[in-house]
């Protein structure tokens, strides 16, 4: 084995921050958390706002928020009576990091796939 | 509310392509199975050879391997009496067009920081 994988390591460097990017990456893995942060994306809300479109409990709905919160995805502030939810999308850059390291392997794939459709075409003129 | 996101059209978006983007988030959750992909990223290998340096059982770690194969990121196949493992990266895509979106917010934070830091900048001349 060559490169930077190299066994002896691996677990050592399989706990590197996993902790952080494991709860982002857990908290985006929801539909409804992903329409809170949309929502959120818009500016700022009241969480009594942001929870009415959401077919559900506000029990339950402030249990997706906590799982944002634990991820660092959502902040929760309050003012006077109101308690207000605020995106806080840095902790997606590291994953958006990650999944770029893959895009090697798309590219590389579209460019086969082009050199057998150039090549199909020249063969059928 | 204005744009994209109306309550009357939330829940119906939430559903849309949502166990697709679940599964593949939810897969990249964990740091072994980040580690297979790491793994497979630098070529098509032996699936025991691919557990060895992992510290557990054959049968936890085929589990990882299974919720892999359910997101489609990871294809096995059967070559005689070897089972290949191969990665698969696509699914990755949809999640990092979903990641970029909100990169303009990490942008915008940064302008500001960068406004800030120019101005205290002329200041203290």
């Known amino acids: 084995m060559t490169g930077r994988f190299r066994p002896t390591t691996l677990n050592h460097m399989v706990q590197y921050r996993a902790n952080k990017f494991d709860r982002v990456t857990a908290a985006i893995s929801d539909p409804t958390r992903r329409a809170i942060m949309e929502r959120l ?15 559900m409990s506000l029990t339950g709905f402030c249990k997706h928020v906590r799982v944002l ?56 003129r």
């Open 41 to 55: 994306a818009r500016g700022a809300a009241n969480i009594s706002d942001v929870a009415e479109p959401f077919s």
């Open 69 to 124: 919160e634990r991820a660092g995805l959502v902040r929760r502030t309050r003012h006077g009576r109101n308690k207000t939810l605020e995106l806080s999308p840095e902790p997606l850059h590291d994953v958006a990091q990650w999944l770029l390291r893959y895009e090697q392997f798309w590219n590389a794939r579209l460019d086969r796939l082009e050199q057998f459709f150039v090549k199909h075409k020249e063969k059928s």
